[in-house]
């Protein structure tokens, strides 16, 4: 079993930025992906940002050159950097991690963003 934290979540005007945090434990051995994804209200759960284990990343258009995904091995901790933040981007965000070689998805509980305009 693998377990996912997110931190980092606030509430911050439009042009600001923050850094979300998702740190891991338990059963973490070979991380094909971790995602962050959001969930903007009233809309479905979107993805966001990835990193694949080869140090790929891919982000959607709407956040593409505002944010940057990275991940700390040591700390076993994954982290999305958002900058020039949008009224857009409020949502709740959550971190996803896809592990080992019969692929499961271990899913943070979720940290609450909220830009004002």
């Not at 759960?45 to 505002?66: I, K, N």
């Not at 958002?82 to 998805?105: F, H, I, Q, R």
Request: glycine share 12%; with cysteine; aromatic share 10%.
């Amino acid at each position: 079993q693998v377990q996912l934290v997110e931190s980092g979540g606030d509430l911050v005007q439009a042009g600001g930025s923050l850094k979300l945090s998702c740190a891991a434990s338990g059963s973490i051995f070979s991380i094909n992906t971790i995602d962050w994804y959001r969930q903007a209200p009233g809309k479905q759960r979107e993805l966001v940002a990835r990193l694949t284990s080869g140090g790929s990343t891919m982000y959607s258009d709407s956040v593409q050159g505002r944010f940057t995904i990275s991940r700390d091995n040591a700390k076993h901790t994954m982290y999305l950097q958002m900058n020039s933040l949008k009224p857009e981007d409020t949502g709740v965000y959550y971190c996803k991690l896809n592990v080992g070689a019969w692929p499961k998805d271990y899913w943070g509980q979720g940290t609450r963003v909220t830009v004002s305009s």
